[in-house]
């Protein structure tokens, strides 16, 4: 809207008349008039006007003549059993609610989305097989616990969620984070104890048994993230991914990439060495592999190297080329099938020492219920890969459904991740979340629906039961190098810097410090160290506002910052104070402190130099009194009787009060009185009125409501009138229910915008201007 003010003036009966330019029409109040209309029949707002004429209202008079509605209080049992009553209505809603694919569903278009969702379906489950692999080797988990957590999840996920594009299924981050409780809790020297042979038997139970215990582990990581996931959703706690801010979560996903990195190069240098976690585990594996650089394979290097580069120029033709290819080139699964085959074909293995994916069980296993005793010791890890979690799935969710015209359920989104994760578990699946890439790659092939993500999860199964067997000659190098090139994107956000730089250095300083902590002490310290810092940088926001004075745009009732326009001004004696902040304990100190230095009144001050300079006008009184009184002391005594008696006579008639003193004064000292000294004391304030512009105040607290209390008194006794302007109704309620208004504090100090309370404070001025000048 633009606003335009014309003209603004009090006419004979006190009421203020306003004419302002404003992109306003169909009020009882306005006036509008159009002019100057375009040859296309357009209107030009600019010469849109109204008129308003109104009175000056404060709150006594507003509130006096609205009529509030009358609500009926509920009690608590009321409330309950509304919640509680149930219709066939409602009983649908949370249907639809819970198990969106009974809205969806049923009215699918199949002509215009099937074969979108089969292409993408298809697309996207070419990713999930070699991403699976791979990213089960993050989770420290055998391979085919990968597949497993990209079929049940994804599959659940149809039902449950919200988002019509985003792709479940395994993800770095949360595998990095999976592993690293994995490694914690199973370490490998825990696991070695009466494994010293060097018999392969032996050596093969030592895995097997190492492996075990870390799936359970997972699993039980996943049960408990989901469970966690299930109680935020239910209790409808989606807004906790507000605490986790975009420069956190990327400082914290830029940390991870760095940490999958590092975990990855044992792999692609063919390398053995143990698995580090917790802090400084990126230092220890550096360090370890370094420290066996000499013994890098160099056949499993080349095979990674070479995937490396085809997987780099595959990604490099997609995005050069990608509106002309239908779909996207599947590189990922070319790179598994060209080297298994060339692993199986030259015996790696065998001929020269490549470590490959191993064993991959055909078919699906049984359910189990996971270790409930591992619960105590993982808990604040689960919550912190259900709060991840969930984070990354909510945000590309949003970005989806901003794109295509359409709404996420947050608490639903929560309700269904955990789902996909507690169900899961059961199936020897771990913690999931959505996946960027493969999200992306599912939207950009043609995806409408969820449909796209169960033929993935269908190609998944497919897999585990009938030709899992198949990839187990597969070098982990090639895996290795997958996981590599995926982070691709992630390392790209520390571009990150120079634009926080550019923009906000406090956003900057969350990215730094999500970055610094999720890299040196793990990712779930780390976590934990950004989010208090976020909070930190909360109350520091507030404990540093900015504050302004503001005036008058001329001609309008428009209020700006002096400092920042040339063209607005000040009212004499009036001042306008603003703090884009709300007013509570910990910045009532800091609001009194600027108010004092940016309107130039210190109340405290002025009441200082007056008592000081009634003192020192006393002193100089009595002083002047003693000279006066030796004066006539020493006349008296140096004259004869006769004039000693004439002069005690005029003393004692002129010069001598009732009590004996003496009270004559120079010219230019004054009498002493109370009056007469306020009037000759120093230095006076040109300031008659100050307002508080209260509009982007939200809430108020107890010390605030003293504070403000306290302010408006000491301002009153240095003769200037404080107004509050622009208050909302519940800051209004709760200076209520604080007990703020009294006898000397009421709601006629309160205006209902800033300039209301000009014009009553000029109207003020000029009435005691003229009581002045009666008297």
């Known amino acids: 809207?633009?606003?335009?003010?014309?003209?603004?003036?009090?006419?004979?009966?006190?009421?203020?008349?306003?004419?302002?330019?404003?992109?306003?029409?169909?009020?009882?109040?306005?006036?509008?008039?159009?002019?100057?209309?375009?040859?296309?029949?357009?209107?030009?707002?600019?010469?849109?006007?109204?008129?308003?004429?109104?009175?000056?209202?404060?709150?006594?008079?507003?509130?006096?003549?609205?009529?509030?509605?009358?609500?009926?209080?509920?009690?608590?049992?009321?409330?309950?059993?509304?919640?509680?009553?149930?219709?066939?209505?409602?009983?649908?809603?949370?249907?639809?609610?819970?198990?969106?694919?009974?809205?969806?569903?049923?009215?699918?278009?199949?002509?215009?989305?099937?074969?979108?969702?089969?292409i993408s379906g298809i697309s996207t489950g070419v990713m999930q097989l070699p991403q699976g692999l791979a990213y089960a080797l993050l989770a420290a988990v055998p391979p085919v616990f990968g597949l497993y957590s990209s079929f049940y999840p994804v599959f659940l996920y149809t039902f449950f969620g919200t988002s019509k594009h985003i792709s479940i299924g395994t993800f770095a981050v949360i595998s990095m984070m999976v592993g690293g409780v994995a490694v914690r809790q199973v370490p490998d020297e825990v696991i070695s104890v009466g494994y010293n042979s060097t018999n392969a038997t032996d050596a093969s139970d030592y895995y097997s048994l190492r492996d075990d215990k870390r799936v359970q582990v997972a699993v039980t990581l996943a049960f408990l993230s989901g469970i966690i996931q299930l109680c935020l959703g239910f209790l409808r706690f989606g807004f906790v991914a507000i605490y986790l801010?975009?420069?956190?979560?990327?400082?914290?996903?830029?940390?991870?990439?760095?940490?999958?990195?590092?975990?990855?190069?044992?792999?692609?240098?063919?390398?053995?060495?143990?698995?580090?976690?917790?802090?400084?585990?990126?230092?220890?594996?550096?360090?370890?592999v370094f420290s066996k650089i000499t013994t890098t394979n160099i056949a499993a290097l080349i095979v990674g190297l070479t995937c490396i580069a085809l997987l780099l120029i595959g990604k490099e033709i997609n995005l050069r080329f990608k509106k002309k290819l239908p779909?996207?080139?599947?590189?990922?699964?070319?790179?598994?099938?060209?080297?298994?085959?060339?692993?199986?074909?030259?015996?790696?293995?065998?001929?020269?020492?490549?470590?490959?994916?191993g064993k991959i069980p055909q078919g699906l296993s049984a359910p189990a219920v996971p270790e409930i005793q591992l619960i105590p010791a993982i808990f604040i890890d689960a919550v912190a890969i259900?709060?991840?979690?969930?984070?990354?799935?909510?945000?590309?969710?949003?970005?989806?459904?901003?794109?295509?015209?359409?709404?996420?359920?947050?608490?639903?989104?929560?309700?269904?991740?955990?789902?996909?994760?507690?169900?899961?578990?059961?199936?020897?699946?771990?913690?999931?979340?959505?996946?960027?890439?493969?999200?992306l790659v599912q939207e950009s092939t043609g995806g409408k629906t969820q449909i796209a993500g169960a033929l993935s999860?269908?190609?998944?199964?497919?897999?585990?039961?009938?030709?899992?067997?198949?990839?187990?000659?597969?070098?982990?190098?090639?895996?290795?190098?997958?996981?590599?090139?995926?982070?691709?994107?992630?390392?790209?956000?520390?571009?990150?810097?120079?634009?926080?730089?550019?923009?906000?250095?406090?956003?900057?300083?969350?990215?730094?410090?999500?970055?610094?902590?999720?890299?040196?002490?793990?990712?779930d310290y780390g976590l934990l160290t950004a989010v208090a810092f976020a909070m930190i940088t909360v109350i520091y926001r507030t404990q540093r506002p900015q504050y302004r004075i503001l005036g008058q745009i001329p001609d309008t009732d428009i209020y700006c910052d002096v400092e920042e326009y040339e063209e607005v001004k000040e009212y004499p004696g009036i001042k306008i104070f603003q703090a884009n902040t709300s007013l509570y304990f910990a910045n009532s100190e800091s609001y009194t402190s600027a108010l004092k230095k940016k309107t130039g009144v210190d109340p405290c001050a002025i009441l200082a130099a007056r008592r000081k300079a009634q003192k020192k006008h006393a002193r100089e009184i009595k002083k002047a009194n003693k000279v006066k009184k030796k004066a006539v002391l020493k006349l008296v005594n140096s004259s004869t009787n006769d004039v000693e008696a004439s002069v005690k006579h005029e003393i004692a008639n002129d010069g001598l009060p009732a009590n004996g003193k003496f009270a004559f004064v120079d010219?230019?000292?004054?009498?002493?009185?109370?009056?007469?000294?306020?009037?000759?004391?120093?230095?006076?304030?040109?300031?008659?009125?100050?307002?508080?512009d209260f509009a982007p105040v939200n809430f108020v607290d107890s010390v605030g409501a003293k504070t403000l209390k306290s302010v408006i008194k000491e301002y009153n006794e240095v003769g200037v009138c404080v107004c509050i302007a622009?208050?909302?109704?519940?800051?209004?309620?709760?200076?209520?229910?604080?007990?703020?208004?009294?006898?000397?504090?009421?709601?006629?100090?309160?205006?209902?915008?800033?300039?209301?309370?000009?014009?009553?404070?000029?109207?003020?001025?000029?009435?005691?201007s003229q009581t002045a000048l009666d008297h």
């Open 386 to 439: 259900a709060i991840v979690g969930f984070s990354m799935a909510v945000s590309m969710a949003k970005i989806f459904a901003l794109k295509h015209g359409y709404t996420i359920d947050g608490n639903q989104e929560l309700i269904a991740l955990g789902i996909c994760n507690s169900v899961g578990s059961f199936f020897q699946s771990f913690p999931i979340t959505c996946s960027m890439s493969r999200s």
């Open 245 to 288: 801010t975009e420069p956190l979560v990327r400082g914290f996903t830029t940390a991870a990439a760095v940490h999958v990195f590092t975990s990855q190069l044992k792999y692609l240098l063919g390398v053995k060495t143990s698995r580090y976690s917790g802090p400084l585990s990126v230092v220890y594996s550096l360090v370890a």
């Open 667 to 692: 010219a230019g000292v004054q009498d002493g009185s109370p009056d007469e000294l306020e009037h000759f004391v120093e230095p006076k304030t040109n300031v008659h009125s100050l307002i508080l």
């Open 457 to 523: 999860s269908i190609m998944v199964l497919l897999v585990i039961v009938a030709i899992g067997y198949l990839f187990e000659p597969l070098p982990q190098t090639v895996l290795a190098a997958i996981v590599m090139v995926n982070l691709k994107g992630m390392f790209k956000q520390f571009a990150d810097v120079a634009h926080f730089w550019r923009t906000s250095k406090i956003e900057l300083a969350i990215w730094v410090v999500a970055f610094v902590a999720s890299l040196f002490l793990g990712l």
């Open 1 to 118: 809207m633009t606003h335009c003010f014309t003209s603004c003036c009090r006419n004979n009966k006190g009421f203020a008349v306003e004419t302002v330019e404003h992109f306003f029409l169909g009020s009882c109040s306005v006036r509008s008039a159009m002019e100057d209309a375009q040859e296309s029949g357009e209107c030009l707002v600019q010469n849109q006007k109204y008129c308003v004429e109104r009175p000056i209202y404060n709150q006594e008079i507003l509130q006096g003549q609205l009529h509030k509605r009358e609500r009926t209080p509920q009690s608590l049992r009321q409330k309950i059993e509304h919640s509680c009553r149930c219709s066939s209505k409602k009983a649908k809603s949370h249907l639809y609610s819970f198990l969106p694919i009974l809205k969806w569903l049923p009215r699918y278009p199949v002509k215009e989305y099937l074969l979108g969702d089969i």
């Open 726 to 768: 622009s208050c909302s109704g519940p800051v209004m309620n709760e200076l209520t229910r604080l007990n703020f208004f009294d006898n000397t504090v009421t709601r006629e100090l309160l205006f209902h915008s800033i300039h209301d309370a000009v014009l009553a404070c000029q109207g003020k001025d000029r009435s005691a």
């Open 327 to 357: 779909v996207p080139i599947p590189m990922e699964i070319i790179v598994v099938i060209i080297g298994t085959g060339v692993s199986a074909g030259m015996n790696l293995t065998e001929s020269y020492g490549v470590d490959v994916v």
